[in-house]
């Protein structure tokens, strides 16, 4: 993949000015500047994307703009509005990020408010053309399966572009933010046709679970007005350090564990001072990569991230400690109910990884029901569905979740 990327850039020598254009491609290969700004995404040539000038002052949850959204495979008539929204990123600064709200064209006949169901994808990837309000707008396919079933049932269903406008994938607290701040958009806007009070479900998988359960830590103290009914997700990777004895150079999902940190440094620039110049140069090449050049990357030329960095033992410093620690699940619970489940034969994703997000969220109070389900990450996704959208609609029919913890399968 880093050859086709390459062979790219050099064939742009058939356009006027790219001779001078490829001989700086090839000496920033040689000699990569060492500029966090050089690995960000490449910027989408759409002026709606750019915040106006003074949104930092504004609240987070403000629309900043809007225009009609796309649709993708919708199965029933939607109306689609896509949003700029004034975020936070990890670090506490504003952020502008990108949601989009598909409402049912039919009228809401059920008791109180249409719900809502913030459904976060897995976006997995590092490039903007990944997000899923771009492929939206654009008509490409979406995996929408699950979100078919929500608006089968007359609920809205809000898509953020949960990793921000650095594309930082696998940055909890970024994407964490971006759902809560995508609510409040979506339930705060009258014209959009849903009500402040809207219950509203986080939901999510793999990727996906990491923004709808940091989207749960995070509300009572970042979103507290929001109508949080609940949060279910399956297969989050709640501690990354654990990623390290399963995807880091090892197969496939070497690629995306990459990806991974490539997102994470993309919120914390600190990291990038450990890498090395293939580090770099990786990083350029592969800023605007999605899921499936991803995963052909780990599968064609695995490499760890040691390989990348300038030091011995990277994850040992310090600093990646401290940031790996900040993007731990399970520091504060959640005061939603949780449904969370996971693959008891996952290969990626450890099964350890969620029992200990367990335990923590319920030594600290919280109420979370945890299945284990057979099969590993890719067929517990898909597994998981009936039993998820089961417990969506006990919540949003009034019928309150069990208090305190309870699990069913697994050791």
């Known amino acids: 993949m880093i050859v086709v990327c390459l062979c790219g850039a050099l ?103 249409r719900p809502l169901i913030s459904y976060n994808m897995a976006i997995d990837s590092l490039g903007h053309s990944c997000a899923p309000s771009h492929m939206l707008r654009n008509g490409h396919v979406v995996d929408l399966l699950a979100a078919q079933i929500p608006l089968a049932k007359n609920y809205a269903v809000l898509i953020p572009d949960h990793q921000g406008p650095r594309q930082a994938y696998a940055a909890g607290r970024m994407a964490g933010h971006a759902v809560l701040d995508a609510v409040r958009a979506a339930v705060g806007t009258p014209q959009l046709g849903l009500a402040p009070a809207a219950p509203t479900i986080v939901t999510g998988y793999s990727g996906g679970a990491i923004a709808s359960g940091w989207a749960a830590e995070l509300a009572p103290e970042y979103a507290p007005e929001l109508n949080l009914a609940g949060a279910v997700f399956g297969g989050v990777p709640a501690d990354f350090e654990m990623l390290l004895e399963t995807m880091n150079g090892r197969n496939a999902a070497g690629g995306v564990f990459l990806a991974a940190a490539l997102g994470v440094a993309r919120e914390y620039p600190e990291m990038m001072w450990l890498f090395n110049d293939n580090g770099w140069r990786l990083a350029k090449l592969a800023r605007d990569l999605c899921y499936p050049a991803e995963a052909l990357l780990g599968a064609v030329a695995p490499m760890p991230v040691e390989m990348l960095a300038k030091v011995p033992d990277p994850i040992g410093t310090p600093m990646i400690q401290h940031i790996l620690t900040e993007n731990r699940l399970g520091s504060a619970a959640p005061r939603i109910p949780v449904f969370m489940y996971h693959g008891a034969h996952e290969v990626w994703v450890p099964l350890e990884g969620a029992q200990n997000l367990y335990d923590d969220w319920c030594a600290r109070g919280a109420s979370v029901r945890f299945e284990v389900y057979l099969g590993e990450h890719v067929i517990v996704g898909s597994s998981g569905i009936p039993g998820a959208n ?14 305190g913890c309870s699990r069913f399968g697994g050791p």
Not at 391 to 403: E, V, Y
């Open 11 to 113: 064939n742009a020598g058939a356009l006027p000015g790219a001779g001078s254009a490829r001989a700086d491609v090839l000496a920033d290969l040689l000699r990569p500047s060492r500029d966090p700004a050089t690995v960000l995404p490449t910027s989408i040539d759409d002026p709606f994307y750019l915040p106006p000038p003074g949104y930092e002052r504004t609240e987070p949850g403000t629309v900043l703009a809007s225009r009609r959204g796309g649709t993708g495979p919708a199965l029933r008539p939607v109306i689609s509005t896509e949003m700029l929204i004034r975020s936070t990123d990890a670090k506490g600064r504003p952020a502008a990020v990108i949601a989009t709200l598909l409402v049912p064209s039919a009228i809401w006949t059920g008791p109180g408010p």
């Open 390 to 403: 089961a417990w969506i609609d006990d919540r949003l029919a009034g019928r309150p979740a069990p208090s």
